[in-house]
């Protein structure tokens, strides 16, 4: 049996002893949810109720035709040919890059000689990426991510494409590396396509233009394929069919799948499960995780700031679905907001600067800065339909210290605050990637700050809110931070 790799695609020649590695390699499972009338409850009881069910999807990676699949989980499949003692050869086409790009580092230093604690991990990840030649680098948020791929890029000299999800972290990486690299760096997004030889794109323009001579060149150029917060796997994009018709797909994958680049990195503090089908679907297009630092590991090496996690009880009410008990009881509650702006207030007199998030642009963001407004305090609420400028000007106030709290729903991920030393959690879901995206916004360090607070809110429900809550502090507990305190509220 012989495995042919390429850049994007491992084909196999003989598939019949494969039937079980194909299945539990290539046959991805995601759970679903689908909202129908629960039809039961209405012949009990006449009344028309909304019900969610559970409908799991699948999806195949594995071209039965062509006997093909993606080359990024190939090491599973080759494992497991080695535990059944099945032989097998393997043909690597793929061609390596020289180095042809002369760049000098201008970055932060990592070695320790500039009296700051040494990050070795980021001398150590350029080798790791050039012997592997493609993967994940597991690095926890505020590892200093984008000076570890701007050492990548030095010490690999080739042709890059860096992908970023968002249009706040395509101006914060541009400008970054702009200062780190000693060459001009190419923009793509906000309308601009000004690709160069080291380029930063967004997913969204990249995916807009996908089908254009001047996209595909670009993907097919590149050399070095570079995904920051490559956890966005997941990121649905709508186009349309033949007839016209708007559907759903997966545009991070597809982009990243169609980009033959012979160095592939992933970037992120959150790959996910090994069982869920976003990993499954990131290590196809990237590669296994390669390198691994965790938050403990930053904070006792002193490269972050330590943190106290306080969980806040909070009695609520038993409500029948989730949407209705999150609406109900968290985003439009008043009395629970209340007290989650008496908190903030608390730390605001102790000379912390705030930050809270939520994902509840009409409900939560207005009701919090309503309640500040009663306790004479006049807080920012940000969100995506802000203009470009208004942001920027909002994200550098909270920066340089010129405003001291900040409510927003795009500050979950991506965006550097160092003053930052006090993170609040307002919205009452789980979603583990954000959770962890979000202790990296107050880890930072800067002059002056102390232990960093991270505000949380255990909502006693005794079903659905409850039930993230726990998954949250399991998280916590998890990541071995060991200053967790729980408070009682009302």
């Known amino acids: 049996m012989t495995f042919t790799i390429d850049n994007i695609l491992c084909h196999v020649d003989d598939v019949t002893p494969l039937a079980e590695p194909l299945h539990n390699f290539f046959d991805i499972k995601k759970d679903g949810f689908v909202r129908g009338v629960d039809w039961k409850h209405y012949q009990t009881t006449g009344q028309t109720v909304l019900k969610t069910k559970y409908k799991p999807e699948y999806i195949n990676l594995y071209n039965y035709l062509a006997k093909n699949f993606p080359s990024g989980r190939v090491g599973y499949v080759l494992d497991w040919c080695d535990e059944h003692s099945i032989p097998y050869v393997i043909q690597d086409v793929r061609q390596k890059p020289s180095k042809h790009l002369e760049i000098k580092y201008n970055g932060p230093v990592s070695d320790g000689s500039n009296g700051q604690p040494p990050r070795v991990y980021q001398l150590e990840a350029p080798k790791i990426v050039e012997e592997a030649t493609r993967g994940i680098l597991w690095h926890a948020t505020a590892s200093g991510k984008t ?12 042709n890059t494409l860096y992908v970023v999800p968002s249009l706040e972290l395509l101006n914060q990486t541009h400008e970054m590396l702009q200062k780190m690299l000693s060459v001009d760096i190419g923009k793509i997004g906000e309308g601009i396509w000004s690709p160069k030889s080291i380029t930063v794109a967004t997913t969204a323009t990249l995916w807009s233009r996908f089908d254009t001579p001047e996209c595909k060149q670009l993907l097919n150029s590149a050399e070095l394929l570079i995904v920051d917060e490559v956890h966005h796997v997941n990121v649905k994009s709508t186009t349309k069919d033949k007839n016209n018709r708007a559907y759903n797909v997966n545009s991070w994958y597809i982009i990243a799948i169609n980009c033959p680049a012979y160095y592939r990195v992933g970037l992120t503090g959150t790959p996910g499960k090994n069982i869920e089908q976003k990993r499954a679907l990131l290590e196809c297009a990237i590669g296994r995780v390669i ?42 509650n008043e009395k629970f907001n209340d007290y989650v702006v008496r908190v903030v207030i608390e730390e605001l007199k102790n000379g912390k600067n705030a930050l809270l998030v939520t994902n509840s642009k009409a409900h939560q963001g207005p009701l919090l800065v309503s309640l500040f407004k009663k ?8 969100t995506g339909e802000e203009k470009k400028k208004s942001r920027k000007l909002f994200r550098e106030d909270f920066r340089d210290g010129k405003i001291n709290c900040l409510i927003g729903t795009i500050y979950k991920e991506g965006v550097d605050f160092p003053k930052c030393d006090c993170g609040v959690l307002c919205d ?3 979603d583990e990637k954000a959770t962890i995206q979000f202790l990296g916004r107050i880890l930072r360090i800067s002059k002056g700050k102390g232990i960093a607070h991270l505000h949380d809110f255990f909502h006693k429900d005794k079903k659905y809110l409850q039930k993230h809550s726990n998954a949250r502090l399991s998280y916590y507990v998890e990541e071995d931070l060991d200053k967790i305190k729980i408070h009682k509220s009302y």
């Open 147 to 158: 000076a570890t791929a701007a050492r990548i890029i030095c010490h690999l000299g080739v």
């Open 291 to 332: 390198h691994r630092v965790s938050t403990k590991e930053l904070i006792d090496i002193g490269v972050v700031s330590d943190v106290e996690v306080h969980m806040h009880e909070i009695p609520q009410n038993t409500v029948s679905d989730y949407a209705s008990a999150r609406r109900e009881c968290v985003l439009t």
């Open 375 to 382: 306790y004479g305090y006049d807080v920012p609420f940000v």
């Open 428 to 430: 009452g879901g789980f």
